[in-house]
């Protein structure tokens, strides 16, 4: 999604706003510009494409002046052009503004001034804004956002800069997140952490309807009608080796490499081995408020939505409460059955998928309790639902989500464990659990011994436009993931089944070129995925299977497999999904991908 950076100190802002903007990359992006006060004029730059691109348009001489902004654009109104790259400027080409999100009445805001004599060069709702800012300025910048934001429905996250007020900048937020970040005799805004963390660790996280002025004084928190607001200041505990790729090629395979401390991280502190079950504060849910519960609706979105069918099943097998998984996309327009007994989890690894968040904002006017299952902290969803936990799986950088998704399959074992405790888990079936997620870590890690064994399986697909993930139970889910981290960062067509769906349809696809990949631990239903191997076998078909130790049966059958360490049926997806995103990681490097930036995708989906 979109980057904002925005400065007001003592330091050239140009050199900043970039080196800020090159942090927030990995949001996904298609232009990218910036705007600086360089006394008594502005100077705007912006350029289509990479970074890179408007490095090259400013050339070796960037513009002067330390008040500024940037921005990193993922089209959502517009095509990625230069035309359509922010900043936008108002009619006086005086004022600039940089947002993130989707004003949702800028056609008639656009319609209302073009009748009063405004032009437009770009497509977007951005322009609108600026222009209406530019309308609505009588020397005070503040009042002049203030009073247009409280005319524009829709989500934004903006900064504003004029030529004339040098010494002075203006941010906002509405459902797209923006943090204020405090310095030493300067001050940013910025649209996450990362940006801001070479330069200060000190942040005020902005809430829906509030502003925030920049100026060289400092800085103040306004709402929208203008009444001063106090905030706490917070501290950002990640550093900045933390987000770099630390020796790994690629942000993803350091962050599936993570996964052993990542996992332990997420269940840290929370397992109560002697009880056999695990405590959840964050969830702000007494025991008999949790026992109360009888319907729980998780809804999520891409690989956050797989993570949800394995907490349905994991759910409903040891805590007996019926659960529906639902997009959060279909969720939040649908007419939902949502009363005060119905708990509505939201998973999301970013805290700020706007289709998520509407749905969790929905089933609370509905009465529903509500949790998150999030990885960043202080984000939107973190901040909107009722309790919840962090996943504390460390940024996740590359686009494809690896360590969050495994992290949110531990969150919901630790959920499903203090739920299915009060209920008809007995103690020693919890002390079994938790000993069983205790070795999780150490499984992951042996997995992740044997990379060269899963190096040389992608080679089975380097040729091939097309492959199937095939899975029973618990781990249908995890064909629906492996088959998604295929197609989102090698660009490969693949396709996600429950095995025994494979007859009615898929099956016709079943060739010698096309890889069908099993997920088959010796589980419940580990006969009837045998029988699904012979009838792929039988077709010609091509089978690479991953397999418990020493599964004779299945090695015979299958022309590659890979062994994957004994767990509780239910926490087989936990380890079954790292072979797969490691296949899916070598294959689109192999193919030569962007694998942490794949093209289209964004790592935050902060629009509809
Ligand atoms: C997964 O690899 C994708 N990056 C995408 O499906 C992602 O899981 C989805 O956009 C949800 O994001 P969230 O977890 O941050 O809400």
């Known amino acids: ?140 910048l503040e009042l002049a956002v203030a009073a247009a934001l409280r005319e524009v429905d829709g989500a934004y996250g903006i900064a504003v800069i004029s030529a004339d007020e040098p010494d002075c900048l203006v941010a906002a937020r509405k459902g797209s997140p923006l943090i204020v970040g405090v ?83 997420t269940l840290s502190g929370h397992l109560l081995e002697d009880e056999g079950t695990a405590r959840l504060e964050g969830l702000n849910l007494t025991n008999d408020e949790l026992k109360q519960i009888d319907r729980i609706i998780i809804t999520a979105c891409g690989t956050s939505w797989h993570a949800a069918l394995i907490g349905e099943y994991m759910i409903e097998e040891l805590a007996r409460v019926p659960v529906e998984v639902e997009y959060a996309s279909e969720f939040r327009y649908r007419n939902p059955v949502v009363d005060q007994r119905t708990l509505v989890i939201g998973i999301s690894q970013s805290g700020e998928t706007a289709d998520t968040l509407a749905a969790l904002v929905e089933a609370k006017n509905r009465g529903a309790r509500t949790i998150g299952l999030v990885n960043v902290v202080g984000s939107t969803i973190a901040r909107e639902v009722d309790g919840g936990t962090y996943l504390h799986a460390g940024p996740e950088v590359g686009v494809a989500s690896t360590k969050a998704f495994t992290s949110q399959l531990a969150a919901l074992a630790l959920f499903t464990l203090r739920l299915a405790r009060l209920k008809s888990l007995s103690i020693l079936q919890g002390r079994q659990f938790v000993e069983a997620l205790q070795a999780l870590p150490g499984q992951i890690e042996e997995i992740l011994g044997r990379v060269d064994e899963i190096e040389s399986l992608a080679e089975r697909f380097l040729d091939t436009s097309n492959a199937l993930y095939l899975g029973r139970g618990v781990n249908f889910p995890v064909a629906l993931e492996g088959a998604l981290k295929l197609k989102e960062i090698s660009y490969i067509h693949a396709e996600g089944y429950p095995a025994a769906e494979m007859k009615h349809g898929p099956i016709a696809l079943i060739d010698e070129n096309m890889p069908v990949v099993f997920i088959a631990p010796r589980d419940a239903v580990h006969s009837k995925i045998v029988s699904n191997i012979e009838e792929v076998k039988a077709r010609g078909g091509k089978v690479v299977a991953l397999v418990n130790d020493g599964d004779h049966e299945i090695e015979r059958l299958a022309d590659a497999t890979f062994t994957i360490p004994e767990t509780l049926d239910l926490l087989t997806p936990i380890l079954t999904t790292i072979p797969l995103q490691l296949v899916a990681y070598y294959v689109a490097v192999r193919r030569g991908c962007d694998v942490d930036q794949p093209r289209n995708l964004a790592k935050s989906v902060t629009v509809e």
Request: charged letters at 25%; hydrophobic letters at 35%; aromatic letters at 6%.
């Open 183 to 265: 310095g030493d005799g300067e001050w940013f805004v910025a649209s996450d952490a990362s940006a801001l963390l070479e330069h200060t660790r000190s942040v005020v996280y902005l809430d829906d309807g509030e502003m925030v002025v920049l100026t060289r004084d400092g800085y103040r928190v306004r709402s929208l009608d203008v009444m001063e607001i106090s905030k706490k200041i917070d501290r950002i505990e990640w550093d900045l080796a933390t987000i770099e790729r630390g020796g790994f090629e690629h942000f993803m395979l350091k962050e599936i490499f993570e996964q052993p401390t990542s996992l332990s991280n």
């Open 1 to 140: 999604m979109c980057g904002i950076v925005g400065y007001v100190g003592f330091r050239p802002a140009a050199d900043l706003i970039i080196r800020g903007l090159r942090r927030l990359e990995y949001r996904g992006y298609d232009s990218a510009g910036l705007a600086v006060l360089n006394g008594g004029g502005l100077s705007v730059t912006k350029a289509s494409g990479k970074l890179s691109s408007l490095e090259k348009k400013l050339g070796a001489t960037l513009p002067q002046g330390t008040v500024g902004l940037g921005h990193t654009r993922w089209a959502t109104h517009g095509a990625p052009t230069t035309t359509n790259a922010h900043p936008h400027t108002d009619q006086t080409g005086r004022i600039a503004v940089i947002h993130n999100g989707i004003i949702e009445n800028a056609g008639a805001i656009r319609t209302a001034l073009e009748q009063r004599g405004h032009t437009f060069e770009s497509e977007t709702d951005t322009e609108v804004l600026a222009h209406l800012i530019g309308e609505l300025y009588q020397g005070d």
